[in-house]
């Protein structure tokens, strides 16, 4: 039986962006102004992030993308959630849907 008490939270393109730049930095060892971020679709891929950090670019494919949300929850809503609680979707950007 599905728990009916069950919330969702919708972060926004720009949330996602922030929360990639944050994990990023932290992975690198760089201040966060210094991450860029775009996201995409494409029906071949799925979901990517390019990220750009001191001039050296590389993909994040959706796990890695999850992973980087899941700690800005945390960090920034305190919400703990897992990765199963993590839906992407395209609409008219792409954002991060979360049962909390």
Request: aromatic fraction near 8%; hydrophobic fraction near 40%.
């Amino acid at each position: 039986m599905a728990d009916t008490n069950m919330a969702l939270t919708v972060l926004s393109m720009d949330e996602i962006i922030n929360a990639i730049c944050l994990h990023m930095a932290e992975r690198k060892g760089v201040r966060v102004q210094e991450v860029q971020v775009e996201l995409s679709w494409e029906e071949d891929t799925g979901y990517t992030a390019e990220v750009w950090v001191q001039g050296r670019s590389q993909y994040l494919v959706e796990s890695n993308m999850i992973e980087a949300i899941l700690r800005y929850l945390d960090g920034e809503y305190g919400i703990r959630a897992y990765r199963e609680d993590v839906r992407l979707e395209l609409d008219e950007e792409i954002t991060a849907v979360v049962n909390t």
